[in-house]
């Protein structure tokens, strides 16, 4: 993998990060999602919910490298399929968080860091934007002559996968901040959190 590194130019590789980043700071479907957890659970949550997304992201680019992801995309039932389960589990969680409680002030109503990171790595898995984003936009820097193609889809997905989750991570902890000043106050960071989940499922679907 070192050697594939070396076999870049510095300019592609450059050009790649930067517009990961780019669109890693663009608010989608992630960064709500990790700050809707910021909101409920406080910094560590909002973190964890971060990193379970990039989890998901590896799975992504695990699955673009086997070429299973050309698989999926060529089949729409499959895509709308992931589509709505993913659409169901955002609904899910905007449920339970409706009737959580105060997270502020009551632990039983707080989310833990553990299970925010299993909801972050479900959300990103259930979500098949990233399988359709990634069939688009890796392949543009890629070239039969640096290596292998399959390798050059795990490493550049692997850089755009660390960079989005801690540019991920870094909303949700923001969030969880801000959510624990509010909520000492008003006690509704759940209710706004159930709001952007069901938000996230509704722009699953329609978009």
Request: net charge positive; charged share 10%; hydrophobic share 55%.
């Amino acid at each position: 993998m070192l050697n594939l590194l070396q076999a870049f130019p510095p300019e592609t590789l450059i050009a790649f990060t930067l517009g990961g980043l780019a669109l890693n700071f663009t608010p989608g479907i992630d960064v709500f999602f990790a700050t809707a957890c910021g909101l409920q659970g406080g910094p560590k949550a909002g973190a964890m919910a971060g990193l379970g997304v990039g989890l998901g992201g590896i799975w992504h680019v695990t699955l673009a490298t086997l070429g299973l992801s050309a698989l999926i995309a060529a089949h729409p039932e499959a895509l709308r399929a992931i589509r709505w389960m993913g659409a169901g589990y955002l609904l899910w969680l905007a449920w339970k968080s409706w009737g959580a409680g105060m997270p502020a002030t009551e632990i039983r109503g707080a989310l833990p860091p553990a299970r925010a990171l299993i909801r972050g790595c479900l959300s990103n898995m259930l979500n098949p934007k990233p399988v359709l984003f990634i069939l688009a936009f890796l392949p543009q820097f890629t070239d039969p002559a640096y290596g292998p193609i399959w390798q050059q889809i795990l490493l550049l997905g692997g850089i755009f996968t660390f960079t989005g989750t801690l540019v991920t991570m870094g909303y949700g902890v923001l969030a969880g901040v801000m959510g624990r000043a509010i909520g000492r106050r008003l006690g509704v960071m759940n209710k706004v959190a159930a709001v952007l989940f069901a938000g996230l499922a509704a722009r699953l679907v329609t978009e």
